[in-house]
């Protein structure tokens, strides 16, 4: 196993997640198999109780771990499937090395940071490399560690002298770093200090960086290279520079110019590791459809105009995986993506007198759009212009896509304005309403809200004589789809029938046909009218962009190219779970394998021949994993 720490340094949210995903692309290029691990150092179990103005997304995994948005990179560069073991916290480290002191794992040791904390983390890493992440099922060559934060940072010194040690205990020729830093352009001179003082601290903490990684604005001169490689002991070769591209999907091939894969393959023997023949063709494979994706992109003309109507605007980092789905599937249409940002609050009626030049503004922005998306969130604020959104979508035969929290409030809208419940709504957002077509679901903890929400990856199954359904034909027919989800309220089953009777079919429903996951207004009605409980957003790949938003992109784009899109996902193919069921708990055992058995008795020609056992069976497992 060859390791790859990359580091920061100057100041966080320089690009390091990027980096660290563009360098596990350009070795799956090889033919290696590449795994990742994000440590953030927050105290935190997980990023699931962080307001996303704050951290940015929260990504979800298929075993329903709320992980950093970086791991959502991670998985759409490399097209791994990660685990909640995958990203590391403080807080996870703390929990082990404590439940293990009370069981008297140390032997009446007196436990300290330095060797039981450090020695947790290298256990963790480990451990967590080894467990296979791609439809090999095989160990990875190669796992790239990103460690958040800056180097210097107090929470991060516990991870920084666990990973000095790991070096020897791994060997040093199995260990390289990259360290990411800030090469700022001042009066037109691009200044080399930040660097050299984060390469000193780097290096008084016992860590030597192999690999320099300059982002900058502008590409890097040769002069400045020449000092940063005098003051940082390296190479000149050693030193890249990562300037702003037209696109994050250049920065492999940048990083590839400079000669990066070829210093790997040199640092950590890498043609030395052996591999079949169809690996290296898959790889080859890959650098060419990624070459075609990201050149063709300068030559597209066309646009296609979509409105994010959303809660969390103030940071853009909330919708990451949201703006990902779109980008991909732009690309695949072969447009390129205008995405304009509506506060939802600012259309709310109540707007108008108190901030009339946002409200107006806001108005301007919906009622140009090709496309209007409304994505997930939590809590009352802004909930009323999101049903503006929807109604306004759905009355003018404007393209619409919900997510989670816009799928629940487009069926609020529909009873409101269609069946004429005027009142009706979520009881999140108003408890006494006398009309609740949202409900809080039964299970789920009413005190606790870490980890309590239905998490991770879901079967959707279609109903009968839905063949008709865009959803479903954009996941080539299937009958059966898997999608990640994250939410704690849902369609309320006493309002469905009248729902379905006023014209707003509900085509996706849960093993057990009691939880709504997709809504839909028939084409004959609408060109593209659809929500989803489910957050396909998480499953998305650049080149395999997430088939429910394709469709809206599409149809955004016209109904020829929405045509020509649903033509090509005839040939759709969904991995199967049964490998992502493997997944360990937190404590490395097997998470299901009789359930995995279980699946595939259920599964007959592609289907699930019993599915009203599959929720209780996949829900116990992921609510009552090991902590």
Known sequence: MRYIVVSGGVISGIGKGVIASSTGLLLKTLGLKVTAIKIDPYMNIDAG?????????????????????????????????????????????????????????????????????????????????????????????????????????????PFVEALRQ??????AENFAQIHVCLVPLIN???????????????????????????????????????????????????????????????????????GLLDLLKKRLRLDEIQMPAAFKEKGSSLLRRWKELTLSQERWFDT?????????????????????????????????????????????????????????????????????????????????????????????????????????????????????LENANSTELDESTPDPVVVFMPEISKTHLGGTMRLGLRPTVFQKNTEDSLIRQLYGGNEVIWERHRHRWEINPEYVSKIETAGLRFTGRDGRGERMQVAELPRSEHPYYCGMQAHPEFCTRPLNPSPGYLGFVAAACG?????????????????????????????????????????????????????????????????????
Request: hydrophobic fraction near 35%; include cysteine; charged fraction near 25%.
């Open 188 to 258: 037109g001179e691009q200044k080399t200090k930040p660097t050299q003082a984060s390469i000193k601290d780097l290096r008084s903490y016992g860590l030597q960086a192999d690999f320099i990684a300059c982002r900058c604005d502008v590409p890097l001169e040769e002069a400045v290279i020449n000092k940063i490689s005098m003051f940082c002991h390296v190479g000149s070769e050693q030193v890249l520079g990562v300037h702003n591209c037209k696109s994050v999907y250049h920065v492999p091939l940048l990083l590839r110019e400079q």
């Open 304 to 420: 296609v105009n979509i409105v994010l109507v959303g809660k969390y605007t103030s940071l853009q980092d909330s919708y990451m995986s949201v703006i990902k789905s779109l980008e991909h599937a732009a690309m695949r249409c072969q447009r390129k993506l205008v995405l304009e940002w509506v506060e939802a609050s600012d259309l709310e009626p109540s707007n108008a007198a108190e901030n009339p030049k946002a409200y107006h503004k806001a108005h301007q922005a919906l009622c140009s759009a090709a496309g209007v998306l409304v994505p997930g969130g939590f809590g009352t604020r802004g909930t009323e212009g999101m049903v503006v959104a929807a109604k306004w979508a759905r009355e003018q035969k404007v393209p619409f896509l919900g997510i989670c929290l816009g799928f629940q409030l487009a069926a609020v809208e529909f009873c409101r304005n269609v069946m004429g």
């Open 49 to 157: 109780t962080m307001a996303p103005t704050e951290h940015g997304e929260v990504f979800v995994l298929d075993d329903g771990g709320e992980a950093d948005l970086d791991l959502g990179n991670y998985e759409r560069y490399l097209d791994v499937t990660l685990s909640k073991d995958n990203n590391i916290t403080t807080g996870k480290i703390y929990r082990d090395v404590i439940e293990k002191e009370r069981r008297g794992d140390y032997l009446g040791k007196t436990v300290q940071i330095i060797p039981h904390v450090t020695g947790a983390i290298q256990d963790w890493i480990e451990r967590v490399a080894r467990i296979p992440t791609d439809e090999t099922g095989e160990e990875a060559d190669v796992c790239i560690i990103e460690l958040g934060g800056t180097v210097g940072d107090i929470e991060s010194m």
């Open 559 to 627: 109904p020829e190219v929405l045509k020509e899109q649903l033509e090509r996902q005839k040939t759709f193919k969904q991995p199967q779970p049964d490998r992502h069921l493997k997944m360990p708990t937190p404590m490395g055992s097997p998470l299901g394998s009789p359930i995995m058995q279980k699946f595939k008795t259920m599964e007959v020609n592609g289907h699930l021949a019993k599915p009203e056992g599959i929720e209780e069976e996949f829900n116990l497992n992921i609510q009552h994993s090991t902590p």
């Open 166 to 171: 790991f070096q020897f205990r791994v060997g």
